[in-house]
């Protein structure tokens, strides 16, 4: 069983940053492909970013990529997001999960956080 909790959300206007952290509890981090998704109201859950499992690679979603970067603390049990340049339109609760098949699919993660909001205002 893995717990995680995210933080760092919050109002940003538009072209600041944030800094997302999702802490995980009850097993070690580096075993799991750790996926950052969010979800803006009245839309579905989208993927935005994940660091495949034992060192593997980080893939992005297209609207982010170059903005966003995904980053692991393995020593701390911590995943990271850094969100720069943000837009109006990266408005959403973000949530981080933990998962072991397909990195980029939401039904492929068995864990998730309870999700925390960032507001960028324009």
């Known amino acids: 069983q893995v717990q995680l909790v995210e933080s760092g959300g919050g109002l940003v206007q538009t072209g600041g940053s944030l800094r997302l952290s999702c802490a995980a509890s009850?097993?070690?981090?580096?075993?799991?492909?750790m996926g950052w998704f969010r979800q803006a109201p009245g839309k579905e859950r989208e993927f935005v970013a994940t660091?495949?499992?034992?060192?593997?690679?980080?893939y992005y979603a297209g609207s982010v990529k170059g903005r966003f970067t995904i980053s692991r603390d393995n020593a701390k049990n911590t995943v990271y997001l850094q969100m720069n340049s943000l837009k109006p339109e990266d408005s959403a609760v973000y949530y981080c999960?933990?998962?072991?098949?397909?990195?980029?699919?939401?039904?492929?993660?068995?864990?998730w956080g309870q999700g925390t909001q960032v507001t960028v205002s324009s």
């Open positions: 660091a495949v499992r034992n060192g593997g690679p980080t």
């Open positions: 009850g097993r070690t981090l580096s075993s799991y492909n």
């Open positions: 999960a933990a998962g072991r098949f397909t990195p980029t699919v939401a039904a492929a993660y068995d864990y």
